[in-house]
DNA sequence: CTGTTAGCGCCTTCAG
DNA sequence: CTGAAGGCGCTAACAG
């Protein structure tokens, strides 16, 4: 058994060479005799010297070779969401390849004064902000720490570097398909529109506050279309509910529709939604399209396999976009003296996918 | 305008305080007054200080706040596997509450000399290596930085602490299900049991040396059952794929039951292979079960929903497991002086599901 | 409750 | 191609 050389200057002296030789040795090969190296890496096994510490080393380079990912959510609920498991694996095909790895950062609602500690604390090159409120306390605190930032989704409306859809413009050809089949009695469903919880009925008048850009700018944009189409805004009556498994969404509609029974379409900001409705048809007997047309948005696999007509945004893509975005600002801070004025904004397309859920109204 | 202090010393020297103080203020409030401590955190705000630097941190405590995962594949398929993705949220779960982040290190199977830099400069307290082959390269990586190491799934024949099920012995009831029904003509599909590409029959008797334990042991424990009910193993045909896609899984079945058309069941090492069956099944006009009898092995959701016979398994929990038992490994190194000498070891518990793809044989 | 003293392990000049 | 020196920013231990 040979001595355990635990740090790069005992191995060095061990072999009477200098620290700089065996650093080298790992990270500027050609700084030396490839015997030498040889030697060094070879007597580095031996020992079980496992290389340079990487704490010290990034401590020493300001660089550690992982991008954090703030997902709001608990955490294991990003696992069970469709779009976010999509979004990570397009962030991990963005890191392939890289020297980087990504890092999960759970930034939980529990708002305890120190909320924000894991952000604070994460040893991380950068941060993607993944679909959070404005004024959302791990963005902030993201932030602080002054590394790099890439908002994904929302907030939309800052001067950070941005991935993601313009939802008010993608939701319109949803609108627009409902319009065409003749529709003009219809009804919006959507997910929370603002962090504080506001089950039930929502003013249109409301809807322009509202802190969820996302669900926000697909609502808005439904009026938009609508308005154009000569209807009322004002009379479209919108339901949110805060949280979207399928008995809030089956509820939701369920209120929607005794309330209005004279609506012939309902349009949804979410698949989730959609499937509510579809549920909720089904229960009371109305057939889609026949009696009610539907329109979702999101574009998940089920959605697609069911049949609804519904925008399909590209959740891997974002995610793809997100990651080498933030690697071009990390690298671009070790470059550049001076970092380049203009903020990287990228919006990806979304297509409408027609579907089944969508015809005249029966009257 | 006020100036900004970058470190915690720049910041102290403002106060006119001492390091310690300005330190103790984030990490020891009770080490100091509250008064003096949100004068520090307030002139900390106003100057932009994000608080003591991570990797400094880090560096001087030793401790970083990430646990790491090394997935083998291709980092992205995990997010298109239910079972990894079930298995990150279980690791979510369990480090939730905990101030640790999840590190995802993608290692994949690109044999470059360097294939193993992700892992040796990933900056992380430890790791949970998920289902590689004995053998791996990244393993031996993983063990090489002297931190703690958790393996899950396989290799399951190794010294350090494991999280997973007993697949010898979880398979049997699927055997058995079969056996009760009557069946003596059964053959077997499995996933590749080695790293090396190898499709087609594979002799019972190479089965022993394989490298791939999970496979190994599902085979093994069928062949076990078979054997006890009377039945020669070396008469049973094994067909293997590398792949787990659904057109190898339906040629797998198509391979082994056109060479072997007597067979009146096939014991499935997973669900995906099974749902090869019932795809070829399908194509070829046999009615599961009353042709032919399937089961499968995972217990995936679409199985379940699909009503096929198999074996569920807890891939949440395994996740769970294995991020709590690393979490206190890494704990218990920083308080004892002497590691406790019992390595940990975790079995969990897996369920047959009967499900409706196995009914006794025609004739 | 506050301050002083020592490094943590490495990489990067810069000089041979 | 190799070596010597300095410091990255912080916290643990101890002493006031």
């Known amino acids: 058994m040979v001595k355990r ?176 089949a003749g529709h003009r009695r219809i009804g919006i469903l959507s997910i929370r529109l603002t962090r504080l919880r506001r089950d039930g009925f929502v003013p249109a008048a409301d809807v322009d506050g509202a802190d969820l850009h996302v669900q926000r700018g697909r609502v808005l944009g439904a009026l938009d279309e609508f308005t154009a189409a000569g209807i009322d805004p004002g009379q479209v009556p919108i339901v949110t509910r805060h949280i979207n498994d399928q008995p809030s969404c089956v509820d939701a509609a369920r209120e929607l529709l005794t309330t209005h029974p004279d609506l012939t379409a309902v349009l949804c900001t979410t698949d989730s939604m959609a499937f509510g409705v579809l549920d909720y048809a089904a229960a009371t007997g109305r057939t889609v399209p026949a009696d009610l047309s539907v329109t979702g948005f999101d574009g998940v696999r089920y959605a697609l396999h069911r049949g609804l007509s519904t925008v399909i945004q590209p959740n891997k893509a974002k995610g793809a976009a997100a990651g080498r975005m933030l690697q ?17 904004r990228r919006i990806l397309r979304t297509t409408y996918h027609a579907g089944s859920t969508v015809a005249p109204p029966r009257n």
């Not at 908002?151 to 413009?169: E, H, K, M, N, Y």
């Open 5 to 180: 050389a635990r740090t790069l200057a005992s191995l060095a002296a061990e072999l009477g060479v200098s620290r700089t030789t065996v650093s080298n040795a790992y990270n500027q090969p050609d700084q030396l005799s490839a015997a030498l190296r040889e030697k060094i890496l070879a007597a580095a096994a031996a020992r079980g010297y496992p290389g340079p510490d990487p704490m010290a080393r990034s401590m020493r380079t300001r660089r550690v070779g992982a991008i954090g990912v703030l997902l709001t959510e608990h955490l294991s609920y990003a696992f069970e969401d469709v779009a976010s498991v999509d979004f990570l694996a397009g962030m991990a095909e963005a890191t392939y390849g890289t020297d980087s790895a990504v890092t999960l950062i759970p930034a939980g609602p529990d708002a305890r004064d120190d909320a924000s500690t894991l952000v604070g604390r994460a040893v991380v090159d950068g941060f993607v902000v993944y679909s959070v409120a404005s004024g959302d306390a791990h963005l902030a605190a993201a932030q602080a720490r002054h590394l790099p930032v890439v908002l994904c989704d929302q907030p939309s409306d800052t001067d950070l570097p941005f991935v993601g859809i313009d939802d008010r413009a993608a939701i319109r050809p949803a609108a627009r398909a409902l319009l065409e």
């Open 328 to 344: 071009e600002l990390i690298d671009a801070r070790v470059t550049d003296t001076e970092p380049s004025l203009d903020v990287p």
